[in-house]
DNA sequence: TTGAAAGCGCTAACAC
DNA sequence: GTGTTAGCGCTTTCAA
């Protein structure tokens, strides 16, 4: 078995409170205790039973983290940052993947929430009063989602839409299609937000065609109702989605940028491989899981603070080779039938 | 505060070791009791404390998985997999990502296994000695790596190698470049050891090109040496090295399948979206981590018991468009200054 | 500055 | 079948 603290002691001659104290509280010790429990531990290879001090101070040491598809790169990114500055903190990290379940997603947060000091949930598909709900229970912080009253890390969906309306209508695009992820989802809702707004702001029109699967598959699905709208560019959910896009555009045999224009969201590493190489707007996605951990420390070690209800992270356009000049409006029509009626 | 044991036990008018016998051992107490403990359960949302429980039982009923990069969607996959098992069995999962790096690497298995009841440790750079060392400290399943005496789930590489050499040597190719991951990484030496097995089988030449980065770069940075092999066709350590391989050949100008093909491992999603689609050995990453999670649980169950000490899965050979008829021997070199003297 | 004692919430002997 | 007792390893009053 493993070192216990009254090993230590017996080791040091001195009691087990002044182990404990030598180690949580070093400045209430003697230097030369301190330094002969610090030979003991040494010796011994002791290292505190967690489980034992959790019991007591009410911690465990642990944070829950949420998220929806670890197969998704942008969710695997956040993990990294969430785990490697949770570890920096000598804190460690329960991962739940919902597999895009809502179902699963509340009962798995409540049970991680009574192992666990906090949860980051991440791009949380429940309701304002079930995550109200939740937060009664643990210390949560959201990421990709902002809701009343609950701290967040989010990125400016709005300005990254912005930028890349922008981009196409600088290229001539005049009507942009906008493929949105699940209708539950606040990204889907803010980014399409975003779109409108700058659309109008632009002179552009925008033509949603609805809300598919945030995967390959959805954009396989989405394809044909884009160029069914006319539109000579599109602007998918994100770059899994912007993937299924050009792959059904290519064997439908319409270009990429010639046809038709497309932006994703997200800079997965798939995206910059992609042939054509994807437009996107590249979100910090382990940035956000950093950040997400810190506020959340800070959050546990002073529960009385106010903090920032939520904070916007910055998105980038990253321009490569899947946006080009919009086609002559005369060739709009081309591939879609119901184009003229939309 | 939650409610404790004491709590249940005051409202059902029991004594608390009767709680704890009745939500353990229901066969150990009378049926009515029990009703009457349920009610006081469902009553309080009684939930009981891991932490104090696992004080005594000395088990935490968490289990660790530590993977070199969860950003390989290889080991997200492994990842959810694992983490879907746990579910299943109650028990939560830390995980941990070592960013490639062997020197976090036992630092990260040693803390890791303080806190757990056992480790599920996927593709370990560490020494087999390490490796025994880390063993003697916990209960350690092992994944995509073999090592003497300790159990582990492994993919059968040999078989996989022997399927894409007979797939391309079918195709006319009969000199193939082979490259290869990490050097320490137990995976390259057996698809190596594989592959030369298979074409030596098969009446095939194998031209090891050296070793590279698992990633998309390590593809890159490999491509001009496999060119300059003269090889027809090429295997990679796996599809994020393949699809490195892609695009670089691509930009020389280079056609795949027609002037040379390419074959990965792993078959990660992006691998049926890279143009042209990879062809690749299908690894069931999820069903691997679905199996570690079992047997690790096994073993904890039953410490004594003697397991398997290893299990192969099966890879499939999966045929898309990355490979094809070798190109007439004449052109064999082409693009290569090397090739003659290789 | 240090030690003794109590107890966190739970389970496991041991009685009954 | 159930209650009583003890104690897992640790921190934290309270005294000294």
Redesign the pocket.
């Known amino acids: 078995?493993a070192a216990?603290?009254?090993d230590v002691a017996r080791l040091a001659?001195?009691?087990?409170?002044?182990?404990?104290?030598a180690?949580?509280l070093p400045g209430?010790?003697?230097a030369?205790?301190?330094a002969r429990v610090a030979a003991a531990v040494e010796q011994l290879g002791?290292e505190?039973?967690r489980a034992?001090?959790g019991?007591?101070?009410g911690r465990t040491g642990t944070i829950g983290l949420v998220v929806p598809d670890l197969a998704n790169p942008f969710f695997a990114g956040l993990t990294k940052g969430v785990q490697a500055r949770a570890r920096r903190h000598d804190v460690a990290v329960f991962v739940a993947d919902t597999d895009e379940d809502p179902g699963v997603e509340a009962g798995l947060v409540r049970a991680l929430a009574k192992q666990v000091d906090g949860v980051v949930l991440c791009s949380p598909r429940a309701g304002d009063a079930e995550l109200a709900a939740i937060a009664q229970e643990t210390t949560v912080v959201l990421v990709n989602r902002a809701a009343e009253g609950l701290p967040g890390i989010n990125f400016d969906n709005e300005d990254g839409m912005r930028q890349s309306v922008a981009h196409l209508v600088a290229l001539g695009h005049r009507r942009i299609a906008w493929v949105g992820g699940p209708a539950s989802s606040w990204s889907t809702q803010h980014r399409g937000l975003g779109l409108r707004n700058a659309a109008e702001a632009l002179g552009a029109q925008l033509v949603p065609v609805g809300n598919f699967a945030p995967t390959y598959e959805g954009g396989m699905a989405a394809a044909d109702q884009v160029v069914a709208t006319g539109a000579t560019a599109v602007v998918a959910y994100n770059d899994l989605v912007a993937v299924g896009l050009l792959a059904r555009l290519h064997s439908r045999g319409i270009s990429v940028p010639g046809d038709l224009s497309v932006v994703g969201v997200d800079d997965i590493a798939m995206s910059g491989m992609a042939r054509p190489a994807l437009t996107t707007v590249r979100l910090p996605t382990q940035e956000a899981g950093r950040l997400a951990v810190e506020l959340l420390l800070a959050m546990l070690d002073d529960p009385s603070a106010a903090f920032a209800a939520h904070r916007d992270l910055h998105g980038e356009l990253i321009v490569r080779d899947s946006t080009g000049p919009a086609r002559d409006p005369g060739d709009g029509r081309t591939h879609g039938s119901k184009g003229s009626s939309a």
Do not use: D, E, F, K
């Not at 001659?13 to 104290?21: A, C, E, N």
């Open positions: 078995m216990t603290i009254r001659g001195v009691s087990p409170s002044t182990v404990s104290r180690l949580s209430m010790v003697n030369t205790t301190r002791y505190p039973n034992a001090r019991l007591i101070t």
